[in-house]
């Protein structure tokens, strides 16, 4: 399957297929939470970005490898741009916004939010992340926040559009024996809030 420019429109209007795409590649241990049962938990809040541009006529986004962080939980981890929403930001789709040109280099001045996708919980970290899916009006040159990201990874969107409904499963350390869903691409290994979040934007991009 091939996308042409008129994407950006048919995301749009796609209907989100929420926990049930989320599920798919969700570790077993992890419950599913309500809003209410959220928020009794008083998480932070934080947004992530999914980031559109073209390159050689074929629609990619950046991925980024975390920087090894003894004090973050998700040091080391294949992730999405984003972080914690901070004072400064009018919602969370301008967190979203900071934090990729924060962390990736990409001017906010060129992002255009297409759409929000569905939050998720992650309970380990206790946050509560908005993902966005927008766009770069200018092909981009990454420059990385080396406190937070030390690698970009370019992904084709094709490379997503056939995530299985049985993903494969791998035991990953400080995961205490327990095997998780994983995305392996070209060896990077994929899991957790990032493969779910991605899960749901596969199955969006599979209904166009």
């Known amino acids: 399957m091939s996308f042409g420019k008129d994407l950006l429109r048919k995301i749009k209007s796609v209907e989100l297929p929420g926990e ?11 419950p599913v939470f309500t809003y209410e049962e959220v928020l009794a938990k008083n998480p932070k809040f934080a947004a992530v970005n999914i980031v559109l541009y073209l390159k050689n006529d074929e629609w990619h986004f950046p991925l980024i490898q975390r920087t090894i962080n003894e004090h973050d939980r998700h040091s080391g981890q294949i992730s999405l741009p984003g972080g914690k929403r901070e004072e400064m930001d009018q919602d969370f789709s301008q967190t979203a916004i900071r934090e990729t040109s924060e962390e990736i280099g990409i001017d906010k001045h060129y992002i ?3 759409r929000e996708t569905s939050p998720i919980y992650i309970p380990p970290s206790n946050f509560y992340v908005y993902p966005y899916i927008s766009y770069s009006k200018k092909n981009p040159t990454f420059i990385l926040q080396q406190s937070e990201a030390v690698e970009v990874i370019e992904f084709p969107i094709t490379s997503f559009l056939n995530l299985p409904d049985s993903p494969e499963m791998m035991s990953l350390p400080n995961m205490e024996g327990y095997e998780v869903p994983i995305i392996n691409f070209n060896g990077y290994i994929i899991w957790g809030a990032t493969a779910m979040i991605l ?3 596969s199955q969006l991009l599979k209904k166009m």
């Open 20 to 30: 049930n795409a989320h599920g798919i590649f969700s570790p077993p241990y992890r």
């Open 112 to 114: 255009r939010i297409i």
């Open 199 to 201: 899960n749901e934007f």
